[in-house]
């Protein structure tokens, strides 16, 4: 089964880092899913002003991080800072963490994360301007193209988002060996006991 990846994201997010991560999850074979405490469509900043609209797939609370592989959260100064307000996207960021299910957050979106409480003593990076928040949250806050820390990745602008996209990628594949190596195992223990 393919692996399902759930796009979180609201009006104002960064237009490049929902649309380029999608594309190339997409093209990688991953089904992805957007939500937003929206109906409809979402627009996208880009460049100092709005941009394309995106199609929501599923209203946020109609999802459930049992149902998806990963989390992304894409960037844009609007479209965290209106989420991290809304408790139902912190309980889905907080399931994602308690799953240890893969976290990917780009660019202010590690914002999210912080008012998940998620990042107490996790290495994490993001745009400049949010670093000193993501420190007051107990971060260690690099300054790096792409931080993995676990489960959890972060890059800090579009510019990351080649990397970005492959370490979700990267994470996606290694969950999937994972995933065939137990099953695996548990068809030898069944064959032993038989």
Known sequence: ?????????TDGFEQSELIEPKKALEKAGYETVVASPKEGSIK?????DWGQSVKVDAHIE??????FDALLLPGG???PDVLRMDDRVIALIEDFDDAG???AAICHAPWLLAEADIIDGRTVTSWPSIRTDLENAGADVVDEEVAIDDHIITSRKPEDIPAFSQ?????????????EEEEEEETEEEEEEL
């Open 1 to 9: 089964m393919a692996k399902r990846v759930l796009i979180i994201a």
């Open 167 to 179: 370490a979700i990628i990267d994470a996606l594949e290694a969950a999937e060996e994972e995933d």
């Open 62 to 67: 109609e999802v459930t991080a049992a149902e």
């Open 44 to 48: 996208g900043w880009n460049h100092g």
């Open 101 to 103: 299910k893969i976290i």
């Open 77 to 79: 100064q609007m479209n």
